[in-house]
């Protein structure tokens, strides 16, 4: 029995199908340290990924290295997300990176990134059932911790926007241990006793430990389970927590939630005013209308009527006879042109002029010599008459 040989594009292909259908392998996250590291000016980032016991070939595309937040570099301590697979060219397995991070924030970035994929797959980040916020809410309802900066930045900026608008603080635990409980109790309690028009909640900011309370699943549904409009307001720029995506409007820091919740009372002030000079021209303009109309067209006395419509008459009689004159004029001349043309085309012209017609005894023209013969008679109408002639 001869053994079967194999191509090495074979073995290479072969490895790869079933390192592709591995799926562990297919979505691993790698935890090393970068050594060998160089930049490809097509922008894919080459890597070896090294611990005590061995390295690991790496390599991240450029589409993949541009959504990086910080700049690799040797020695540099990495948690890599990709799938290992073969590159067959080479004969060698590497990992190909979609994502990396740097180790330390590692284990928590994992599970917000899982989390985040499950509810978003849930539909709890869905926009369609998102919540307008009140453009003029009578309260407020603000949970977060009771001192701070977060809170006093919140109650300054709504009391100089909207002096009427009532506050209400839950105070709340926004750190530690129990803290997403306490956050949930607040929300739920101002749900329950529909004690406002808008929820803000929110802290000041703080690393990704210090937040992670507005990452912890029961935050996310307390917020998108709530029937009152909520705001997140965690005091970080840049990134994101489960519960902006939960919430119906993210705001980046406690203050601009202030400002987005309440209107302000100034600008209020200002497009009132505006309204109300709008109505009082619009106004004055139809009075001003009303009056040129009422001068225009002013009552009357039944003799105003009648001497009006007796001056109508008389113009419609000088009207009518005028056009009476120019239709009489117009056929007359007409007349005159028909009858000349009928004139000169009478026979009694010819006449006139010497000539004779000769007719036989029926009437009959005679217009030649040979029609008539010796002896016969015919009458000869002249200008003045007739005669009656014989033939010799």
Same mark, same amino acid.
């Given at each position: 029995?001869?053994?079967?040989?194999?191509?090495?594009?074979?073995?290479?292909?072969?490895?790869?199908?079933?390192?592709?259908?591995?799926?562990?392998?297919?979505?691993?996250?790698?935890?090393?340290?970068?050594?060998?590291?160089?930049?490809?000016?097509?922008?894919?980032?080459?890597?070896?990924?090294?611990?005590?016991?061995?390295?690991?070939?790496?390599?991240?595309?450029?589409?993949?290295?541009?959504?990086?937040?910080?700049?690799?570099?040797?020695?540099?301590?990495?948690?890599?997300?990709?799938?290992?697979?073969?590159?067959?060219?080479?004969?060698?397995?590497?990992?190909?990176?979609?994502?990396?991070?740097?180790?330390? #924030? =590692?284990?928590?970035?994992?599970?917000? %990134?899982? !989390?985040?994929?499950?509810? $978003? *797959?849930?539909?709890?980040?869905?926009?369609?059932?998102?919540?307008?916020?009140?453009?003029?809410?009578?309260?407020?309802?603000?949970?977060?911790?009771?001192?701070?900066?977060?809170?006093?930045?919140?109650?300054?900026?709504?009391?100089?926007?909207?002096?009427?608008?009532?506050?209400?603080?839950?105070?709340?635990?926004?750190?530690?241990?129990?803290?997403?409980?306490?956050?949930?109790?607040?929300?739920?309690?101002?749900?329950?006793?529909?004690?406002?028009?808008?929820?803000? #909640? =929110?802290?000041?900011?703080?690393?990704? %430990?210090? !937040?992670?309370?507005?990452? $912890? *699943?029961?935050?996310?549904?307390?917020?998108?389970?709530?029937?009152?409009?909520?705001?997140?307001?965690?005091?970080?720029?840049?990134?994101?927590?489960?519960?902006?995506?939960?919430?119906?409007?993210?705001a980046p820091t406690p203050s601009a939630a202030a400002e987005i919740a309440v209107p302000s009372a100034i600008e209020l002030r200002g497009m009132l005013n505006a309204d109300q000079n709008?109505?009082?021209?619009?106004?004055?303009?139809?009075?001003?209308?009303?009056?040129?109309?009422?001068?225009?067209?002013?009552?009357?006395?039944?003799?105003?009527?009648?001497?009006?419509?007796?001056?109508?008459?008389?113009?419609?009689?000088?009207?009518m006879e005028n056009s009476v004159k120019m239709k009489t004029m117009t056929l007359r001349r007409a007349f005159s042109e028909q009858a000349a043309k009928l004139d000169a085309l009478s026979?009694?012209?010819?006449?006139?002029?010497?000539?004779?017609?000769?007719?036989?005894?029926?009437?009959?023209?005679?217009?030649?010599?040979?029609?008539?013969?010796?002896?016969?008679?015919?009458?000869?109408?002249?200008?003045?008459?007739?005669?009656?002639?014989?033939?010799?």
């Amino acid at each position: 029995m001869e053994p079967k040989i194999a191509t090495v594009s074979q073995i290479n292909g072969y490895v790869k199908k079933i390192l592709d259908h591995n799926i562990i392998l297919n979505n691993v996250w790698v935890k090393g340290e970068i050594s060998n590291y160089k930049r490809h000016y097509s922008g894919h980032l080459y890597i070896t990924l090294k611990d005590e016991g061995g390295v690991l070939k790496s390599v991240m595309f450029r589409s993949a290295a541009a959504t990086l937040a910080f700049e690799p570099s040797d020695g540099m301590k990495v948690m890599a997300r990709g799938r290992v697979s073969v590159y067959e060219a080479g004969g060698a397995y590497q990992l190909y990176i979609e994502e990396m991070i740097p180790d330390g #924030v =590692g284990e928590l970035y994992i599970a917000y %990134e899982q !989390l985040k994929r499950r509810l $978003e *797959e849930e539909g709890l980040f869905d926009e369609r059932r998102k919540k307008p916020i009140p453009k003029f809410p009578k309260t407020v309802g603000v949970v977060t911790a009771p001192t701070g900066a977060a809170v006093r930045d919140v109650i300054n900026v709504i009391t100089r926007r909207c002096p009427m608008t009532e506050i209400i603080i839950y105070p709340a635990q926004v750190q530690g241990a129990g803290a997403a409980e306490s956050i949930v109790k607040a929300i739920e309690y101002f749900n329950a006793a529909n004690a406002a028009d808008t929820l803000i #909640v =929110g802290r000041g900011g703080g690393s990704i %430990e210090d !937040l992670w309370a507005f990452n $912890e *699943e029961i935050t996310a549904r307390a917020i998108y389970a709530s029937k009152i409009p909520v705001i997140s307001a965690v005091g970080h720029e840049t990134d994101f927590t489960i519960a902006d995506f939960a919430a119906d409007l993210r705001a980046p820091t406690p203050s601009a939630a202030a400002e987005i919740a309440v209107p302000s009372a100034i600008e209020l002030r200002g497009m009132l005013n505006a309204d109300q000079n709008r109505i009082l021209r619009n106004i004055t303009g139809r009075i001003d209308s009303g009056r040129l109309l009422l001068k225009r067209f002013k009552m009357k006395t039944p003799k105003d009527k009648i001497d009006e419509y007796s001056l109508r008459v008389d113009a419609l009689t000088r009207s009518m006879e005028n056009s009476v004159k120019m239709k009489t004029m117009t056929l007359r001349r007409a007349f005159s042109e028909q009858a000349a043309k009928l004139d000169a085309l009478s026979p009694l012209q010819t006449l006139s002029r010497g000539y004779a017609i000769p007719t036989k005894k029926d009437g009959t023209v005679i217009r030649g010599a040979k029609e008539i013969k010796s002896g016969d008679e015919f009458t000869l109408r002249l200008r003045d008459g007739s005669k009656d002639c014989v033939v010799k």
